[in-house]
């Protein structure tokens, strides 16, 4: 647990005092009579999933702070290592084992059918088990703001969409962002490009580089491992800057990275032991999206003055429209067809 706590980089916010995050509204005492015990298999390393690991370690431990229960992360060495370390979890009496990331999904899928009466939780995956809470996130909300930040930053009025492969949860992200942009001004150019790998940093950093010098200023890159390919990219040239993806990126590059749109794993995890400490285990497939406090911006540690306060003013004003529904951000390219930008004043 230390190790994952040494470099955490996203703190605990009010956010987590509303709804359910309270413990009064879950059903938990100060003190509970019984301990609960909830594990966490953490992604091996070189998966991508470190930031996650972070997170979701720092969500368990805010649960362990408020409730006494008692945490576990068990670090693997690779993904082949997964299910065995959730079977092992599941027979030594935990109450909910956790697993991280998409790549972990098969594994719980195959465990929970063979421990039925244990409780599962996977995060940014769906398993379709009746004893498993499968928590994703509405990555187009986050992406939407991006795409509205980039288009009130943009000097050239050409902004870029950077993703890691061309897959259905990366065009979640394209067509929030093209939205968002759109939601500015309709006028500016989006570019789209996908890499083939979400491990190809120097591919990222010539594709980025290669927008850069075609007129392109903001490159928003949701690529996994590769993404701070581009931000190297943006760092050699004057007037380009890239927004970050899924984990807090700011500190990369200060003063190129203009934000970065964070999935709040460690609400997620923070969520689902609270849950089970109140005895009342969710299953099913959740989303949890700003209203929820799992997307979130980084407060532009770096950047503020580039972005300037009344775009951030803006930018506050549409996430409000968001969680209120007066903006529905497109996850897919039909839906981004039929959007019509709200034009938030």
């Known amino acids: 647990m230390a190790q994952l706590m040494a470099s955490r980089s996203i703190i605990l916010s009010a956010v987590l005092l509303s709804g359910c995050f309270q413990l009064s509204a879950c059903g938990v005492p100060s003190k509970p009579a019984a301990k609960f015990k909830v594990a966490m298999v953490a992604a091996a390393p070189g998966t991508g999933y470190e930031a996650y690991n972070q997170q979701a370690a720092a969500g368990l431990s805010e649960c362990k702070r408020r409730t006494g229960t008692d945490v576990a992360v068990v670090q693997t060495d690779s993904p082949a290592d997964y299910e065995r370390q959730i079977v092992l979890l599941a027979t030594e009496n935990y109450d909910a084992v956790l697993g991280i990331g998409f790549t972990m999904a098969p594994d719980v899928d195959r465990a929970s059918r063979r421990f039925d009466i244990?409780?599962?939780i996977i995060v940014d995956a769906v398993v379709d088990q009746p004893n498993v809470d499968s928590i994703t996130f509405a990555e187009?909300?986050?992406?939407?703001?991006?795409g509205a930040l980039a288009a009130m930053a943009s000097r050239t009025k050409s902004v870029a969409f950077v993703g890691g492969r061309d897959v259905p949860l990366l065009r979640k992200s394209e067509s929030g962002f093209e939205a968002g942009v759109r939601e500015i001004d309709p006028g500016i150019k989006v570019r789209v490009r996908y890499l083939e790998s979400f491990d190809d940093p120097q591919g990222a950093k010539r594709l980025a580089a290669s927008l850069f010098e075609t007129g392109t200023d903001i490159v928003y890159v949701v690529a996994?491992?590769?993404?701070?390919?581009?931000?190297?990219a943006a760092k050699a040239r004057k007037g380009a800057f890239v927004i970050g993806a899924d984990s807090v990126q700011d500190g990369l590059a200060p003063g190129k990275v203009l934000t970065s749109v964070v999935k709040r794993v460690d609400v997620a995890a923070l969520r689902g032991c609270l849950e089970i400490v109140a005895e009342?285990?969710?299953s099913g497939h959740r989303i949890l999206g700003l209203a929820d406090g799992g997307i979130a911006l980084t407060d532009f540690p770096y950047t503020k003055a580039y972005v300037g306060a009344a775009n951030i003013a803006h930018l506050d004003r549409i996430r409000q429209a968001i969680v209120d529904g007066t903006i529905v951000p497109p996850s897919t390219p039909?839906?981004?067809?039929?959007?019509r930008p709200t034009r938030v004043p």
Do not use: T, V, Y
């Open 280 to 282: 009342k285990p969710a």
């Open 140 to 146: 187009q909300e986050g992406a939407f703001l991006a």
């Open 334 to 339: 039909a839906e981004l067809s039929a959007f």
């Open 118 to 120: 244990n409780h599962f």
């Open 224 to 232: 996994g491992k590769s993404g701070p390919g581009a931000i190297e």
